[in-house]
T-cell receptor
Framework: DTGVSQNPRHKITKRGQNVTFRCDPI?????LYWYRQTLGQGPEFLTY????????KSRLLSDRFSAERPKGSFSTLEIQRTEQGDSAMYLC????????????FGPGTRLTVL | AQTVTQSQPEMSVQEAETVTLSCTYD???????LFWYKQPPSRQMILVIR??????QNATENRFSVNFQKAAKSFSLKISDSQLGDAAMYFC????????????FGAGTILRVKS
């Protein structure tokens, strides 16, 4: 088991551009989560999937953000018309009900919006 | 609002000694899990320890143990025999069983280990 992986690890973009991040969860984990972390703060929940169904979305997830998990395996997080305030680390985690849904995190994607 | 408070922005400990990181949380629910995560400078979040709220016995994992006081809503982490590799940001978090699976994190405590 290779753990949760995220790509890219770093992304620099100009304001107004669209970006897409990918997360590959631990195999057999049916739940997948996205969090956002700004410097010096704890992660904040964005959204979560059980299999392919998106079950919860935070109010932090504006209309410019969309997440998908089309086949219940990997997930993508897209940010449209990026703003400087979107600069953050985007963390993905996955869990299994067999382990009390303990969440295991990936290394994150650091987004810098110029 | 559901919150987690880590009142110590930064702590230092001498190598081989013991340090305790504090955490308090606020929820009216009775069923939840509590976690400590470690985030080293490489930024990958690593699970340190988990505590089920319905268990009175404090969780332990090798050199890491917790002091869980449910009535006081307190969940501190004790690190014994501190090692240089323990230097990291430590986050306390909880997850409610009844309202989805999201983790609610505190702001973190930076732990520095002196040799």
């Amino acid at each position: 088991d290779t753990g949760v992986s995220q790509n890219p690890r770093h992304k620099i973009t100009k304001r107004g551009q669209n970006v897409t991040f990918r997360c590959d969860p631990i195999s057999e984990h049916n739940r997948l989560y996205w969090y956002r972390q700004t410097l010096g703060q704890g992660p904040e929940f964005l959204t979560y999937f059980q299999n392919e169904a998106q079950l919860e979305k935070s109010r932090l997830l504006s209309d410019r953000f969309s997440a998908e998990r089309p086949k219940g395996s990997f997930s993508t997080l897209e940010i449209q018309r990026t703003e400087q305030g979107d600069s953050a680390m985007y963390l993905c985690a996955s869990s299994s009900s067999l382990e009390a849904d303990t969440q295991y995190f990936g290394p994150g994607t650091r987004l810098t919006v110029l | 609002a559901q919150t987690v408070t880590q009142s110590q922005p930064e702590m230092s400990v001498q190598e081989a000694e013991t340090v305790t990181l504090s955490c308090t949380y606020d929820t009216s629910e009775s069923d939840y899990y509590l976690f400590w995560y470690k985030q080293p400078p490489s930024r990958q979040m690593i699970l340190v320890i988990r505590q089920e709220a319905y268990k009175q016995q404090n969780a332990t994992e090798n050199r890491f143990s917790v002091n869980f006081q449910k009535a006081a809503k307190s969940f501190s982490l004790k690190i014994s025999d501190s090692q240089l590799g323990d230097a990291a940001m430590y986050f306390c978090a909880y997850r409610l069983l009844e309202y989805g699976n999201k983790l609610v994190f505190g702001a973190g405590t930076i732990l520095r280990v002196k040799s």
